[in-house]
């Protein structure tokens, strides 16, 4: 049986890339199924879609979203 | 061009280069220059249902006519990308190695584009008909959504090659037929009553909408501008999410179909992700493996903020003249919205 590979890489200034992984456990508990080969994971805390990146990182605006 | 494809199917194609090129004064918003163009193109991809010849793809007099129209399609590009608003950076002052440099160029360049003026005009302002329209005119791009760069494939090599498959793959559905982004785009289409073929988008579509897909397909069919097609994806994936994220709202103010709002929330997370692959994955590690292609990587970038900033002007101007028939506003608007508010044609990718 093979075992299947996890990587998680550091991306500057942006997200987590993490390939592999079955879920993301949030820090309220909630479990965000992961459906894509690779996803970002947000590192800045400011993205409308925790736990996943949504570039928030380069809006040069303070969080202030409708 | 489509002429010719449909009359004489079996004849020579060419188009005699003078008379292609006679009044063509600014080749990037000349509709029947683009339009030419994109008719040879679509030759390489899924072609047309009335021209018959099963070799017109490689017919040499058409190869000849392309390579006209391409020669001053990219002079035109290299003109624009010169008196590019900012100037590219240089590279050596940016890092050590080729692709730190280009990783920092490429990072530099996209992190100045905010949601584009079309974007924010989707986002606030738009009417129905208005989103609709720039549906139809993002329709030419987006029911071909990343086959220009799959071209790209072959050309490359390693770990550039491995990041581009990556992307590609999940461009085309990570492996779920209902999940390929050109499918996502057509059921939008639809579930707004509209066509999901592309003849009638491409016959009513902008000049400077052309060019934008025109560009893709000249870096990509071009091996010699391989470097340019990835700089190209990586400054487009790079300035997507945001600007998708306010054409979701705005299409949620308007209360547009599921749809419609699944494509564009679609492409919010999956650009975040495309652009650390693109700039990281493929771009620098292509200028490690060919360290002379940096300069087209970031021409590649520039090329795409400006032609598709060409584009959104375009639109932008459109819809303002409609608003305001009475000003000649092809004059009137753009200015304010200047370089800046035009920058990006959001677009997905």
Known sequence: MSTRRVTVTECPGGPLLIRGADEV??????????????VALCRCGRSDRLPWCDDSHRDRRRRKKP | MVHTLRARPHAPHAVPEPRAMGDVTYPLTDRDFQLALWVLYELHYRGFDD???????????????????????????????????????????????????VTAALVRMTARSGPSGVAQFLHRRATREEFCSYLAERAVYHLRE??????????????????????????????RP???????????????????????????????????????????????????AMGHLAAFEATSSLPCERILRGARRLGLPAAVEDYYDEHVEADAVHEQLAIRGICAALVEDEPALAEDVVLGATACLAVDGLAGEVLLDGWNARRHPAHDAGHDVGHDAGHDAGRRTPAAG
């Open chain 2, 51 to 101: 021209v018959e010849d099963p070799d017109a793809e490689w017919d040499p007099l058409l190869m000849v006519s392309r390579a006209a129209l391409e020669r001053t399609f990219e002079h035109a590009v290299r003109e624009l990308v010169r008196e590019a608003p900012e100037d590219a950076p240089t590279l050596t002052d940016l890092g050590d190695t080729p692709a730190e440099q």
């Open chain 1, 25 to 38: 456990v949030g820090i309220d508990g909630t479990v965000a199924p992961v459906e894509r080969a690779v």
């Open chain 2, 146 to 175: 990343s086959d220009p760069q799959s071209f790209v494939l072959p050309r490359i090599g390693g770990a550039a090659k491995v990041a581009l498959a990556e992307l590609q793959y999940d461009e085309y559905g990570g492996g």
């Open chain 2, 178 to 228: 209902d999940r390929l982004h050109q499918t996502l785009f057509a059921r939008a289409l639809t579930s707004l009553d509209m066509p999901t073929d592309l003849a009638p988008y491409v016959a009513a579509a902008e000049g400077a909408t052309l060019a934008s897909v025109n560009l893709m397909s000249l870096f990509a069919l071009n091996r010699r501008l391989r470097g340019a």
